[in-house]
């Protein structure tokens, strides 16, 4: 007798196995190789919104005065956000330290970060520009790798470059950190068929004409990096990512934190999900519409539904053994001297022990081929062995109860609660 | 800005067939392991078959004084617990079927007609043998969650060989002998549970069922169980 259970177990077998197996089919073909052209050097402008942002803003500074670019080619525009602290005097100091840079500070009453970025954009004069969060750090090669690949390709309206967790010191930073290598393996992926949905915070580079062209940031999301990353699918252009340019960013330190984080994040990635609908399994987008568009949500479609039917399960069987301990006034002496063990091999569940099987070794292959392409070590940072298990065992139901808690936002109407 | 956008047709197709043929070997793996518990099934059901007629012949032999009322009680507790451990399985087969539910339905009646005639020759052993046990049919209803089952388990392991169970599914519809039972004893709400004869209809406490249990005990007048004495007093 098949349960519902069952059911909802395989549908999900498939569906992961399809993708799974659909993504390995792009890890594994053959890709013509990219001749690289000579690299100009155009100018550059890097737009910094910040918040708040006192404890980073002064390092963020510093990684991009350090980068690799010639100094009379480069503009740095932070825009203050409103902040209640010290970022705007520190900014200042930080400006008349430097005095043979071109920092400029750009002081708007809270309006939120597209807004930031957008008066930012306003007064850009390179042709290219990047967005760096005031809580993340460049490399300082990150130029030289990422502009030549809007040479390449005039199509091209933006390159992300790798994003790490910066020095993870607790179990919950290392969990994110690889996390974070295994999100920069499946962009790595997506990348490779044009799929990639949202073009980070934390030094995405863009074409400044293209980005104006189809009117800037969205104002009205919470996940504008998002947004603007479907907007530019939407209109054919292509976005790139890079393994060699790589930024640093500071992970949230809490579960609670993190909980906030996510569902921001995923909420912003369900409401465009739903703003761009005629995206999704639409043909004339290609692989984008086809493959990314659905399962951004889809994921969290399964989330919940696979993370409600085993709270199902999971609480009638416990319900049960309780009543039964209950009517036996919890007699667990008389069961213990009474036990005899009675196993039959047949009566185990191959078909849930074979799926749990494979989906283990497919997260461990992810897990250990993500850090090869990234060349990192698992290792790296310690704490590896209860971080692996908080990653792969426990991580899965934290995000579950992410998106468990956005499917009530979405049913109860609920508004955003963030700036 | 260009409007050619590439579908990876080929790859999905690929990755769809490569899945289907994933799914495939899984579902070649559960028909064997199907058949493997289905033959487990026969077999149990063949065993209890043999033991039965066993001993169905030593019973024919008790007044010829050529087999002991001791060693026949003795046979018959061993045999019957092994029956409540091994329904239990083919039961768990049963749930577990996907392609031959039918076939398992089968050994499922077969199984229950077994545990009936377990049942009637051990009303038959105690015309010539001094009771020893109590008997108890536990009439149970699949579609309902209830800890009945799981409470006379526990009590089995309380009083041990000396409580004989036969548990029957009241929603069976295959076999017309659980009907007859059910009308026999007047049994119209579930579960139910038929000790010596003393039909109880509806979810039993352990309390009450240990004072039903103790009540027989009781009757028979020696050997009472510990626990039987020990509840008594209190």
């Known amino acids: 007798m098949v349960t519902l259970l069952d059911t909802v177990l395989f549908s999900t077998y ?30 550059f402008s890097t737009i910094v919104p910040a918040y708040n942002e006192e404890k ?21 525009i932070v825009v203050n956000d409103g902040s209640t602290d010290q970022t705007k005097e520190i900014v200042e100091r930080f400006i008349q330290q430097h005095p043979q840079r071109k920092i400029i500070l750009l002081n708007q009453r809270n309006k939120g970060k597209a807004s930031a970025m957008n008066n930012g954009l306003s007064i850009v004069k390179g042709k290219f520009f990047a967005c760096l969060d005031a809580d993340s750090f460049v490399s300082s090669n990150a130029l030289q790798v990422m502009l030549p690949l809007f040479e390449d390709d005039e199509n091209v309206a933006a390159v992300c470059p ?26 790595f992926l997506n990348a490779k068929l044009n799929c990639l949905h949202v073009t980070p915070g934390p030094f995405s580079v863009y074409r400044a004409d293209v980005i104006r062209k189809i009117g800037g940031f969205d104002e009205e999301t919470i996940t504008e990096d998002l947004e603007i990353a479907i907007r530019l699918q939407k209109n054919h252009y292509k976005i790139m990512h890079t393994f060699e340019a790589i930024v640093e960013t500071f992970a949230p330190v809490t579960w609670k934190a993190l909980f906030r984080q996510r569902v921001r994040w995923y909420k912003g990635a369900t409401d465009n999900t739903f703003r761009y609908k005629d995206l999704v399994f639409n043909k004339k987008y290609g692989d984008f519409g086809m493959i990314r568009m659905p399962t951004i949500v889809l994921s969290g479609i399964i989330a919940i539904v696979l ?98 808690y956005i499917g009530f936002m979405v049913v109860s109407g609920k508004k955003n609660f963030w700036r | 800005m260009s409007s050619e956008r590439k579908l990876s047709l080929k790859k999905y197709l690929l990755a769809f067939f490569l899945t289907l043929l994933v799914f495939s070997g899984g579902i070649v793996v559960g028909i064997t392991l199907e058949n493997a518990r289905l033959s487990s099934a026969e077999q149990i059901t063949l065993q209890e078959k043999v033991s039965l007629r066993s001993l169905q012949l030593q019973h024919n032999y008790i007044d010829s004084g050529i087999t002991d009322c001791k060693t026949l009680n003795t046979i018959l507790e061993n045999n019957i617990n092994e029956l409540g451990k091994k329904v239990s399985i083919i ?44 008997k108890i049919l536990y009439f149970y209803d699949e579609n309902r969650d209830d800890t009945q089952g799981d409470i006379l388990a526990y009590l089995k392991k309380r009083f041990g060989n000396r409580l004989l169970i036969f548990s029957l599914n009241s929603q069976f519809p295959q076999e017309p002998m659980i009907n007859i039972f059910l009308t026999y004893y007047k049994i119209t709400q579930y579960p139910a549970v038929v000790i010596e004869e003393e039909v109880y209809q509806g979810h039993r406490t352990t309390e009450q069922l240990m004072d039903d249990i103790c009540k027989e005990f009781i009757k028979m007048g020696k050997n009472i169980p510990t626990d039987c004495v020990s509840s008594q007093k209190n």
Not at chain 1, 56 to 72: A, D, F, K
Request: proline letters at 4%; one cysteine or more; a neutral charge.
């Open chain 1, 162 to 187: 790798m994003i790490k967790v910066k020095k993870p010191q607790s179990v919950l930073e290392k969990v994110q950190w690889y996390e974070y290598i295994i999100n920069m393996f499946h962009r």
């Open chain 1, 14 to 43: 498939f569906i992961l196995l399809f993708l799974s197996i659909f993504w390995l089919l792009v890890l594994f073909a053959p890709q013509e190789e990219k001749k690289k052209k000579a690299h100009q050097e155009p100018f």
């Open chain 1, 307 to 404: 993370g409600a039917t085993l709270l199902h399960s999971l609480g009638k069987t416990i319900v049960g053994k309780l009543i039964y301990y209950q009517s036996i006034n919890f007699d667990f002496l008389t069961l213990i001297m009474n036990y005899r063990p009675d196993i039959n091999l047949l009566t185990l569940p191959f078909a849930k022990l074979f799926i749990a099987a494979t989906l283990m070794a497919i997260s461990f292959f992810i897990m250990i081929y993500s850090h090869k392409v990234i060349k990192e070590k698992i290792t790296n940072y310690g704490r590896t062995f209860l971080s692996l298990f908080t990653y792969l065992l426990i991580y899965g139901f934290f995000l579950t109860a992410v998106w468990v």
């Open chain 2, 91 to 134: 039961i768990d087969y049963e749930k577990k079927a996907i392609f031959s539910e039918e076939e398992f339905n089968l050994q499922l009646q077969d199984y229950f007609l077994t545990e009936i005639q377990f049942y009637l020759l051990a009303q038959e052993i105690e015309q010539k043998c001094p009771q020893n046990s109590v």
């Open chain 1, 56 to 76: 980073s803003i002064r390092g963020t500074l510093q990684s991009l005065v350090n980068l690799e670019y010639p100094p009379e080619k480069m503009e740095i």
